[in-house]
């Protein structure tokens, strides 16, 4: 595959710092995110040709185990990641199994696409897959601007969910509702626990979608509604927090985990995405060759949406 386009996220800033799991074999290659062209295909593969644009998932599972066989993908014992286990799309070429490519439309460009496999699916697991998202909820979705966070927010909507979001600045909370959500707040201006009340008419939200981590913490729990869920996918401010059961027993809150997603997760995303019903929003592009002025501005917090890496 001849890569037109890869997507930044913050596991290759992790992978970079190091630290974030096992130690890496160099030179190693980033990148989750690809989009590209078919270059060549091997003998026994069907239905991809040369010269088609397509994109690749960003986890690699057996594909025979139970969990893959039930769609839990990214519960295989042998999972891992592009861009972090094996070499990503930080190149001109780059190769993966027929099964993990996905041939996509003109609909839209590389880059955009380049901005769906990882925060769609992620997104999709978290809000329909593990959120069990209904009309009849109000959402909170934390880092509007993240990719996940501007997923989360359009799926929301699409699921007929009211959305409240949450971001760092009043420019990102504008965005924030373009995009789709009902209502938006600046967390550096004041806590979001009243905001999220006054629209639940004192009720708390209903699912809190989160990728921040240990900074929203226990804003979150007490904005939650009793029966509440919360399901996160990422600790972007540290990962360690005090948990007071008793709350959580008396409210009898839900608080799961989420990683990634299945093919059917993906699937799904894409299909709405070819109906118009989602789209990725990409921030900035970069020239490969200054990869490290795009993982600044990521560190910087300064996107709103994802930041993308063309050759």
Known sequence: ???????????????????????????????????????????????????????????????????????????????VIRGFQIPGGYAELTKAHAADVYPVSDLLGPEEWA??????????????????????????VHAAGS??????????????????????????????IEIGADAAVNYNKRSFVEDVKQMTGGRGADLVIDNVGQAVWEDSLQAMAVGGRMVFCGVTTGVSVSLDMGFIYRRQLTIMGSFMGGRHELLAALREMERGRLRPIVDKTFPLRQAAAAHQRMLDRKNFGKIVLIP
């Open 1 to 79: 595959m001849r890569v037109e386009a890869c997507a930044l996220n913050h596991l290759d800033i992790w992978v970079r710092q190091g630290g974030r799991g096992p130690s890496l074999s160099m030179p190693h290659i980033l990148g989750n995110d690809v989009c590209g062209v078919v270059e060549d295909v091997g003998s026994e593969v069907a239905g991809l040709e040369r010269g088609q644009r397509v994109i690749l998932s960003a986890g690699v599972s057996c594909k025979k185990c139970p969990a893959c066989l039930r769609g839990d993908d990214s519960q295989c014992r042998e999972f």
């Open 147 to 176: 990719g996940v966070g501007v997923a989360a927010i359009q799926i929301a909507k699409l699921f007929g969910a009211t959305v409240m979001a949450t971001a760092g600045s009043d420019a990102k909370c504008r965005k924030a």
């Open 115 to 140: 901005a769906v496999p990882l925060t769609f699916v992620t997104a999709w697991r978290m809000l329909v897959g593990r959120g069990q998202v209904k009309p009849s909820d109000t959402v909170l």
